[in-house]
T-cell receptor, first 117, second 113 residues
Framework: AQTVTQSQPEMSVQEAETVTLSCTYD???????LFWYKQPPSRQMILVIR??????QNATENRFSVNFQKAAKSFSLKISDSQLGDAAMYFC??????????????FGTGTRLTIIP | NAGVTQTPKFRILKIGQSMTLQCTQD?????MYWYRQDPGMGLKLIYY???????DKGEVPNGYNVSRSTTEDFPLRLELAAPSQTSVYFC????????????FGEGSWLTVV
């Protein structure tokens, strides 16, 4: 079974600075997806960024980028130029790509990010 | 552009009551999921479905039942509600192998008293 670990329950960063959230995972599969979801106080789950395991290039979305290290099974999220609206819980998630019948999304326990004005 | 729609958004149940959380998606997705999120915790999978007529248990299925009679709908039934089922429930869906983005509903806040 796949597991996702987020070792930082809480993080804080000064506004306009850069912060990196850590995520590691365990799987025996070679082809899968990795995600970062943001959950603001409204509890809505918002997709931040997605990485396909077969792509070596790290995904980027504006101020958000990932450092995907497949051999190390590491998938960290970097937020540049942090803004007050970035304050939220951030969840790392894993999903098999072609394991039909087992297309579950497995979540980490989350990292609460606080932005300091 | 509705996406994934959950109802109700808020509900208070008494211990022993039953209810159904409704979930519907208009994206023709094969895969649908129910998660629960307890305060300060991550999401745990309750049940999932890979297509109409097919459902399977996730990590925490006890006390719940699901059905999938159509591609669009995936209701979650709570039988004999218990305080331990107080949580926020999320329905989600995704397409097949190429549809790798998972879309979430806005959540249903359930309190059992």
């Amino acid at each position: 079974a796949q597991t996702v670990t987020q070792s930082q329950p809480e993080m804080s960063v000064q506004e306009a600075e850069t912060v990196t959230l850590s995520c590691t995972y365990d799987t025996s599969e070679s082809d899968y997806y990795l995600f970062w979801y943001k959950q603001p106080p409204s509890r809505q789950m918002i997709l931040v960024i997605r990485q396909e395991a077969y792509k070596q290039q790290n995904a980027t979305e504006n101020r958000f980028s990932v450092n995907f290290q497949k051999a190390a099974k590491s998938f960290s999220l970097k937020i540049s130029d942090s803004q007050l609206g970035d304050a939220a819980m951030y969840f790392c998630a894993y999903r098999n790509r072609f394991n039909f019948g087992n297309e579950k999304l497995t979540f980490g326990t989350g990292t609460r990010l606080t932005i300091i004005p | 552009n509705a996406g994934v729609t959950q109802t109700p958004k808020f509900r208070i149940l008494k211990i022993g009551q039953s209810m159904t959380l409704q979930c519907t998606q208009d994206m023709n997705h094969n895969y649908m999921y129910w998660y629960r999120q307890d305060p300060g915790m991550g999401l745990k999978l309750i049940y999932y479905s890979v297509g109409a007529g097919i459902t399977d248990k996730g990590e925490v299925p006890n006390g719940y039942n699901v059905s999938r009679s159509t591609t669009e709908d995936f209701p979650l039934r709570l039988e004999l509600a218990a305080p331990s089922q107080t949580s926020v429930y999320f329905c989600a869906s995704t397409g097949g192998a190429k549809g790798n983005t998972i879309y979430f509903g806005e959540g249903s806040w359930l309190t059992v008293v």
